[in-house]
């Protein structure tokens, strides 16, 4: 519930944007003060998650750019989606099995709670 409500709120109180100061990210459903104290900067290359492990968080991309990511045998990495400011990564810690389905690897340098 807190995910979709998160969503409602993020749309219709803050322009589908991440709040960027303290006490706004804090009054959010399932944020809360240790969450909103817990910005991550993540540099260009670095992956947030890694296909086959566990998942057991999401993100909200303050800033910058995350790519989805599946492997292809003979061709490498193919990005299926990218994730912008403003928006939530990570839906596979609320679905069973718990598990990365993806890689998710920063664009740019970004910023995450």
């Known amino acids: 519930m807190a995910i979709s409500e998160l969503s409602r709120i993020l ?3 803050h322009g589908g944007e991440v ?13 809360g003060h240790k969450t ?20 057991d968080q999401f993100f ?3 800033s910058g750019s995350i ?8 061709q490498g990495p193919k990005i299926l989606q990218t ?5 939530v990564l990570g839906w596979s810690w609320i679905v069973p ?3 990365w389905s993806f890689d998710a690897r ?8």
């Open 11 to 13: 749309v219709e109180q």
């Open 19 to 31: 709040p960027q100061n303290f006490e706004a990210l804090e009054a959010l459903p399932g944020v």
């Open 36 to 55: 909103a104290a817990t910005n991550k900067k993540y540099q260009a290359g670095t992956f947030l998650a890694r296909e086959g492990q566990t998942a």
């Open 60 to 62: 909200l991309v303050r």
């Open 67 to 74: 790519a989805i990511e599946v492997h292809h045998q003979t």
């Open 83 to 87: 994730v912008n400011s403003g928006e």
């Open 97 to 99: 099995p718990y598990i």
């Open 106 to 113: 920063a664009q740019s340098d970004s910023h995450t709670l």
